[in-house]
């Protein structure tokens, strides 16, 4: 569904992503680790559409998205590392917003309702100003807003960084939830123990490059810290 | 799309009270404003009819008087004979020439208040009743008072880019941009729905106001032309309209912040409405000085000097012209009256040349600043809507015309009859001809503001096409 080929994106000298060569199959949860700066939000990016690559290709379900950009966007969710929403609206009217966008046409404020429900919004929140929400509940609207639009892929960057370990668990069992239903994700995270715990495959990335790729089956939480470091340090 | 995003902009402006804010701006600039307009044009009214009413009084005493002469119920007595043309033409039955308000005069008071919107005639000199039309100082040329004109042209685009400058920039820095842009919404269908929302909105309130005031103040909207002129207003708002917020979606296409966008636009507010004009008048009158008004006072006095120092020579020499005006068995009556006009006929032709050059350099002047006025469309808006409002140069020069030919005619009447010493009687004088204003056709003013319509759109369009063209090149991360 999602697929790099030889992937790349220099700015000037520096270069941000290299060569990067990825599949990520429906119903798969594949997690990018890597320090500061290693190409994870830059891969996210290129996948949007949001700069342009350098060289290669960035395909999803097939479709080059540098050349068939508003058709790919169809296919996919994303929700960014900053969760932001309009303040002055609220949390119903944002999804309303969105998913109308992203589906292309007006959606029943039941259905609406339902998603929110689906995602645990408390009740009663939704039909208040999204200024007064925590960053879990401004989550949960972006993952409505994905659920609503029926994504074939969703694109997470750093989904789960400033969320307490109960959301994160709940947003973990989410994601699941959507890769259970056939939902390709491409999760860019800091955190090794939602990685090991939710995902299908990780890859560990270092200044642009893809090092390695493991199944999360063939290893446990310790090991995949010590892979991870011995990247790091080399 | 577009239509999903104008929705949303709607929610947003309700939900911060931009909207509400936005209403009570507009409405109260707009309320002063017809407030203004209408006193001038309530005031130019009455001026009007209490010299029309002076006139009528003035000529109804002077019939009576003729008749009685007529039936020798009154006696002449003294020099002052009431029959005499001089008397008759330059003082007892001598009317005012008005140009009253156009339909929409409330609405601008434009130049109006600068030019002289009646004349008393005399026999005398032209000068002596026609103000001439120099450019006066730009301030008061484009600015004036705090009439609708003022509020649409000048304070109106601060609203409208209050209402644009953060565009893009505003999504960006709330975090929303990147969510729309995920989904199938291409970067210019967001701008576009963002601009027709704010910017229709704006418009239908400035339509609503301006019908609104029109209706107030007592605007006939039974007329055609009236809704000929409205028709133009509201399209010269709509390109105006577009202009700024076109402007808007240019700087916001450059990716700065808000608070760079909101700096750059009033720069650029500032440069198009105050300076660009500043300029042009500045450009104008030093490529084009006219005469100093010294000079040409000067060149009267001298003129007139000359003239009185040899006055019954030049009244010999205008009997010898015309002979048919010598009064019948009398010599040329050398006395006061007769000679005076015969100076003053020398001084117009001795001072004719220095007024012509002074005409010339002011309507270079003029030229001058039409072209320039297609670089700012503040400058094009206020001249439409002067022009609209019917107080315009263009209606002014319309009446000075008129004037002049009536003037002529005047004098062409009167002035044979001085020198002949003629007496006129009561029916002669119920029979003067009676000066009515002639308003400007539809066609003048739709050829005159349609030429300034074009000039707007090619500005509108070019910022539009251009912001639309950087769009595509708007980073999102
Ligand atoms: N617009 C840009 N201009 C220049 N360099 C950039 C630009 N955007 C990113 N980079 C560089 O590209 C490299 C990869 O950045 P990227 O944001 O993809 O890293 P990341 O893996 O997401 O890091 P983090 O974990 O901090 O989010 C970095 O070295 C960064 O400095
Ligand atoms: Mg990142």
């Known amino acids: ?234 | 799309m577009i239509g999903t995003v104008a929705k949303q902009e709607w929610r947003l402006l309700k939900a911060d009270r931009t909207l509400a804010a936005v209403v009570v701006l507009m409405a109260a600039m707009v309320g002063y404003s017809l407030y203004n307009g209408s006193s001038w044009v309530a005031f130019q009214r009455q001026t009007l009819g209490a010299a029309e009413t002076e006139q009528a009084e003035r000529k109804g005493k002077l019939l009576k008087t003729l008749k009685g002469i007529e039936e020798g119920r009154i006696e002449v007595k003294g020099t002052q004979d009431p029959r005499s043309a001089a008397s008759i033409g330059g003082n007892s039955s001598a009317p005012y020439l008005a140009m009253p308000p156009a339909p929409l005069a409330t609405l601008a008071v434009g130049q109006s208040d600068l030019y002289p919107y009646y004349f008393k005639l005399n026999l005398r000199s032209k000068q002596a009743i026609l103000a001439n039309d120099e450019i006066e100082n730009p301030t008061n040329l484009l600015a004036g008072r705090f009439d609708l004109a003022f509020v649409l042209v000048y304070l109106f685009p601060l609203v409208a880019l209050a209402l644009g400058y953060n565009l893009i920039s505003s999504e960006r820095e709330q975090g929303t941009l990147a969510l729309a842009m995920s989904q199938p919404l291409t970067m210019r269908e967001m701008v576009t729905g963002k601009i027709v929302l704010r910017g229709g909105l704006l418009l239908g309130l400035v339509v609503l106001f301006t019908f609104a005031g029109a209706l107030l103040t007592g605007v006939d909207l039974g007329s055609s032309t009236v809704w000929l002129r409205l028709g133009l207003w509201v399209s010269l708002m709509a390109l105006y309209t577009g202009f700024w917020f076109g402007l808007a979606v240019l700087v916001n296409s450059y990716q700065t912040s808000s608070a760079t966008n909101a700096l750059t636009l009033a720069g650029a507010w500032l440069g198009l409405v105050l300076v660009l004009p500043s300029v042009a008048n500045l450009v104008a009158t030093s490529m084009y000085p006219v005469p100093s008004r010294v000079e040409m006072v000067q060149a009267m006095r001298v003129a007139g000097k000359e003239a009185q120092s040899k006055g019954s020579m030049l009244l010999a020499k205008y009997m010898e012209d015309h002979p048919e005006l010598m009064p019948a068995g009398e010599k040329p009556a050398a006395d006061f009256t007769t000679l005076s006009y015969a100076v003053q006929m020398e001084v117009d032709k001795k001072v004719e040349p220095v007024l012509k050059r002074f005409d010339e350099q002011v309507e270079k002047q003029q030229a001058f600043v039409e072209g320039f006025k297609y670089l700012s469309p503040a400058i094009l808006a206020q001249t439409a809507i002067n022009d609209l409002a019917g107080t315009s140069l263009g209606r002014y020069q319309h009446f000075s015309r008129q004037v002049d030919g009536f003037f002529d005619a005047w004098k062409g009447y009167f002035l044979p009859k001085v020198f002949a010493k003629t007496k006129l009687g009561s029916g002669e004088v119920a029979g003067l001809p009676v000066y009515q204003f002639r308003e400007e056709t539809d066609g003048d003013i739709l050829g005159r503001v349609g030429v300034v319509l074009a000039g707007m759109l090619v500005l509108s369009g070019a910022v539009l096409w251009v912001g639309y063209i950087r769009l595509r090149r708007v980073s999102i991360s």
């Open chain 1, 1 to 234: 569904m999602l697929q790099a080929i030889g992937l790349s994106k220099s700015y000037g000298a520096q270069t941000a992503l290299d060569g990067l060569n990825l599949e990520v199959k429906p119903g798969e949860i594949f997690c990018l680790l890597g320090a500061n700066g290693a190409g994870k939000t830059t891969t996210i990016n290129l996948f949007l559409n949001f700069i342009e690559p350098t060289s290669g290709l960035a395909k999803i379900n097939g479709l080059d998205v540098a050349s068939d950009a508003l058709e790919t966007k169809k296919y996919i969710a994303y929700i960014p590392e900053q969760v932001s929403l309009y303040k002055n609206l609220t949390g119903l009217e944002n999804l309303d917003y969105f998913a109308t966008l992203a589906s292309g046409a007006a959606v029943e404020k039941s259905r609406l309702v339902g998603y929110l429900r689906e995602v645990d919004l408390p009740s009663g929140a939704e039909d208040r100003k999204v200024s007064t929400y925590s960053k879990g509940m401004r989550q949960k609207i972006v993952i409505a807003i994905a659920m609503a639009k029926q994504a074939k892929a969703l694109l997470l960057d750093e989904p789960t960084s400033g969320l307490d370990p109960k959301a994160s668990n709940e947003f973990s069992q989410l994601i699941r939830k959507l890769a259970g239903n056939g939902t390709a994700i491409l999760m860019a995270t800091h955190d090794l123990f939602r990685a090991k715990e939710d995902g299908s495959r990780v890859g560990i990335m270092r200044q642009g490059r893809l090092r390695q790729v493991l199944n999360t089956d063939e290893f446990g939480h310790a090991d995949l810290e010590r892979i991870y470091l011995e990247h790091m340090h080399d």
